[in-house]
């Protein structure tokens, strides 16, 4: 049983497309997060929603747009892709009051 | 700005021998560290976190030290083997805040 899953694992498109991640967790957590890990290395919080209600929104172009359709899911849109999207994308959730976040298995977006 | 840091980039040990990983941060504002273990093309696991009450908090084979003062702490694992071999990211947060931020990450080899 996956704790944390994200669709899909890899992404490869072209600059300029529209895409979506996908992130589903079954801790039963109320908190989830999008990070970023660029070619540097940094993993950054990008967006971070407690109970479907955005409460943390970092320098983000909003190019990103999350959605929480419910407490378990944080799908993740971007338009007009660039170059410098290609990163892998974590998604994260935690238990309010608690600051252990678990991670999804990571997305590695490609943009040609 | 980085915020955390984790000035090795990399780390060698023998199976059966201590490792130690450092982390220092500079926001006296963080009181809650955190260890996360990540494998190739996982996302990070949860390792061993420690709050700013404590110096040392201990599980198993891992041990983390907090030295509030020197704003440094360090993760010991005792013996070292091969299957500890990751990368290694320090974290920290503001209590209640949630939002979690990372070094850039140590890669410990341990050698049979």
């Known amino acids: 049983d996956t704790a944390v899953s994200q669709t899909p694992k890899y992404l490869v498109t072209q600059m300029g497309n529209d895409k979506s991640i996908k992130c589903e967790q079954n801790l039963g957590h109320d908190t989830m997060y999008w990070y970023k890990q660029d070619s540097k290395k940094f993993l950054k919080i990008m967006f971070s929603y407690n109970n479907k209600e955005l409460i943390i929104n970092e320098t983000v172009p909003n190019r990103f747009s999350p959605k929480s359709p419910d407490k378990a899911h944080l799908n993740l849109h971007i338009n007009s892709l660039e170059l410098g999207d290609s990163a892998v994308y974590f998604c994260a959730s935690s238990q309010q009051g608690s600051e252990t976040q678990y991670f999804g298995p990571g997305t590695r977006l490609l943009v040609l | 700005d980085q915020q955390v840091k984790q000035n090795s980039p990399s780390l060698s040990v023998q199976e059966g021998r201590i490792s130690i990983l450092n982390c220092d941060y500079t926001?006296?504002?963080?009181?809650?560290f955190l260890w996360y273990k990540k494998y190739p093309a996982e996302g990070p696991t949860f390792l061993i976190s420690i709050s700013s009450i404590k110096d040392k908090n201990e599980d198993g084979r891992f041990t983390v030290f907090l030295n509030k003062s020197a704003k440094h702490l360090s993760l010991h694992i005792v013996p070292s083997q091969p299957g500890d071999s990751a990368v290694y990211f320090c974290a920290a947060s503001i209590g209640g805040y949630s939002t979690l931020t990372f070094g850039k990450g140590t890669m410990l080899l341990v050698s049979p």
């Open positions: 926001n006296s504002m963080f009181d809650y």
